[in-house]
């Protein structure tokens, strides 16, 4: 079996729930009047649902190694909470369709600066012909889903 098999399906996976999370917490921030009150509920139902995997699989949460990563190792949160506030906002006005090839148009943007200068210790992976072409592609098929 191909190594990036496992690490592939659960990406799918993750991004079909992914589309399922927005209009669930749209109801959220209708219900609250406030996508940022959705996104607060969003993250304290995930944190506890970490929390329980982390306590079942003696995950180390006070590591000591965790005093050494670098100060903006610890907003991914942050990155997280705005894309939930905003997908909550988004999603009943433009849909799921719109909202995700969008968020994903943007996510192949940063990867691809990301990856072409090997920040954050990433390997570095120029930005080639074809790696651009795939992003076109992308913004084209965003467009396309805006249209329809």
Do not use: C
């Not at 990036?4 to 109801?27: C, D, F, H, K, R």
């Not at 909550?88 to 192949?108: D, E, K, M, N, Y």
């Not at 072409?116 to 396309?144: N, S």
Request: charged residues 5%.
């Amino acid at each position: 079996m191909d190594a990036a098999a496992i690490p592939l399906a659960l990406a799918l996976i993750a991004g079909a729930l992914m589309s399922v999370q927005a209009p669930t917490n749209a109801l959220l921030g209708k219900a609250s009047g406030s996508p940022v009150v959705a996104a607060f509920i969003s993250f304290l139902v995930g944190s506890i649902a970490l929390g329980v995997v982390v306590a079942a699989t003696s995950g180390r949460l006070l590591a000591p190694e965790l005093k050494q990563v670098p100060w903006y190792a610890w907003l991914g949160g942050f990155y997280g909470a705005f894309f939930v506030a905003i997908a909550a906002f988004a999603a009943p006005r433009i849909g799921v369709g719109p909202l995700l090839t969008a968020a994903v148009a943007g996510q192949l943007a940063g990867a691809l600066v990301l990856d072409h200068f090997g920040l954050l210790g990433l390997a570095r992976q120029p930005i080639t012909f074809v790696r651009a072409g795939g992003f076109v592609l992308v913004l084209v098929g965003a467009m396309l889903v805006r249209r329809a």
